[in-house]
């Protein structure tokens, strides 16, 4: 053996475990920003997540299906259904853990999951693994903030599903079997992010230079889950044959542009800090653009590295495609007569998945000051948003308080309607207290004014969605125009009212109250 050979076989372990001890690094940093997002909410009382309590409410429902009094009211239709990933992960665990508790795993959970995928994505495409650090910046978006639990949930699985087209074909049985799971759990997640995914698979044939027969083979894990997905809709139409239509609200161009900013990260009403950090992150990936382009005029890309960068120019047109459909998709559409029955928020759900998909596609310098540099800033941005969501959930919780002592004073199984003058908590730009009757139905299984279970497509639904209490047309979005003379079809009002600009509206009501604090209210009905 020569003395060159002998050094190679020495210095090889060396390199192997720098590399394990690189690795480590990167994970355990990875899971330090995942930790910094999450501490704000492992923390805090009231996690102000808009439609998180009537996912709750659902899960309750569902988990004890077998009460008399629930199956006189709701019915239960798990098959075929999407859009069910929040519903089936939560149902075993509410009832044990709680809302609150049960709330924090998943978003914990999530941010993991997040971290994961876009590390798996960052390392099929070629970019640099460090890349996850800028990603987890955008991981408390609208989808979370709005409580759309199964979507939020889904991301993770999209960035997985396209991380593993990126990777060169595998013809086995196993790989296959895999990407047809992680395609199913994708439609179980969101029926949105299921199209999606189609659609950036349709655009993978545009880059990916294989065969017909490797095509063919990344297809075939996809035709159960398209067939399943099918079957809902089919499902789903024959539910709702006897609808008068549906209407289509639009964003002008003007509020798209306005509101993009709370499409992605700020959540507080002055959103000053969450501006900034954008700003600087947003400088970041120009930089390295703007160098990987410069780069690219000078060098000439190796053979070997064809396949990447193809990867990388893909997952960089879904990202455009992203931003193409924030741009072209209406607000909501809904049933004409039932407003409550509808899908909200479309277009601002999928403006966040273009950073998502570009940042892991980035390409640091190799240069150890550089990236080290690149690193501490992330960092730096984490503890900064951890700070501030930490003193913004902090500031919603303490304007919740009175709110579970309202709740415990209510027996179980009556009706409530709710009168949330205020939805907006004090510093968020979101309405966090407007569902909020939905966690006495999570915990005492009572009934409420607004419910998920109104929509005949939800797995967990009304067997009669016209009983006249319950809000057709989403009545609980204006409190102050509600109809006194109604208050009799229920046996308690929830209200909030914490600076009494509507006072008028209820002191003078024969109904009588029993429980008030911190501008939470109850008012017992005297028929």
């Known amino acids: 053996m020569t003395r060159s050979g002998a050094a190679t076989r ?3 372990p060396s390199r192997e475990s720098s590399k394990r001890a690189s690795g480590m690094t990167v994970g355990v940093l990875i899971l330090a920003a995942a930790a910094l997002q999450a501490l704000p909410f492992l923390r805090a009382s009231f996690l102000p997540f808009v439609d998180m309590p009537q996912h709750l409410a659902m899960a309750r429902i569902l988990e004890q299906r077998h009460d008399e009094r629930l199956h006189e009211l709701f019915e239960i239709t798990l ?3 999407v859009n069910i990933l929040g519903l089936l992960s939560t149902t075993p665990l509410v009832g044990r853990l709680g809302e609150v508790n049960t709330v924090r795993a998943f978003v914990l959970l999530y941010l993991v999951g997040l971290a994961w995928a876009s590390f798996r994505l960052a390392r099929a495409v070629g970019g640099t693994k460090w890349n996850v650090l800028l990603a987890l910046l955008l991981a408390l978006n609208v989808n979370v903030w709005s409580g759309f639990l199964s979507f939020f949930l889904g991301l993770p699985f999209l960035i997985l599903l396209l991380a593993r087209i990126a990777t060169p074909c595998r013809s086995h049985l196993g790989a296959a079997t895999l990407d047809g799971v992680v395609w199913f759990l994708l439609a179980l997640a969101h029926v949105l992010l299921f199209a999606f995914a189609l659609l950036a698979a349709g655009l993978w044939f545009l880059f990916a230079p294989v065969a017909r027969r490797q095509r063919a083979l990344r297809l075939l894990p996809l035709l159960l889950p398209l067939l399943y997905v099918l079957a809902w809709a089919a499902h789903a139409r024959l ?4 609808a008068a239509g549906f209407t289509v609200a639009w964003d002008d161009a003007r509020t798209k542009w306005l509101d993009a900013g709370w499409s992605l990260i700020t959540a507080s009403a002055d959103a000053t800090l969450e ?12 930089f390295l653009l703007a160098r990987e382009w410069r780069l690219a005029r000078v060098r000439h890309v190796a053979g070997e590295e064809r396949w990447p960068a193809r990867m990388r120019a893909w997952i960089r047109t879904c990202a455009l495609l992203a931003l193409l459909l ?5 607000y909501s559409v809904a049933d004409r007569e039932l407003t409550t029955q509808g899908l909200f928020l479309l277009h601002h759900r999928f403006l966040v998945l273009g950073p998502l998909l570009l940042i892991p596609t980035l390409l640091w310098p190799s240069a150890r000051g550089a990236r080290a540099a690149l690193i501490g800033v992330a960092l730096l941005l984490h503890l900064t948003l951890a700070l501030h969501w930490n003193e913004l959930v902090a500031r919603v919780g303490a304007q919740a308080r009175g709110l579970d002592g309202a709740i415990e004073v209510i027996p179980p199984h009556v009706k409530v309607k709710s009168l949330i003058y205020m939805p907006y908590p004090v510093g968020l730009r979101f309405s966090a207290f407007l569902h909020v009757a939905s966690l006495y139905q999570a915990r005492k299984l009572g009934e409420v004014d607004q419910s998920f279970a109104l929509l005949p497509t939800t797995p967990v639904h009304y067997r009669n969605p ?5 809000s057709q047309r989403d009545e609980n979005l204006a409190p102050a125009h509600f109809d006194w003379r109604r208050a009799s079809l229920y046996d308690y009002l929830l209200l909030y009212d914490p600076r009494g600009t509507h006072r008028r509206l209820y002191a003078r009501t024969p109904h009588r109250l029993v429980y008030s604090h911190n501008g939470w209210m109850l008012l017992k009905v005297q028929r």
């Open 466 to 470: 016209r009983r006249p209490y319950l």
């Open 10 to 12: 020495a210095q090889a």
């Open 239 to 242: 539910l709702s044959s006897d």
């Open 326 to 330: 924030y741009i072209v998709l209406p």
């Open 79 to 81: 098959f075929p259904q």
């Open 275 to 286: 501006w900034s950090v954008m700003a600087l992150l947003a400088g970041l990936v120009a």
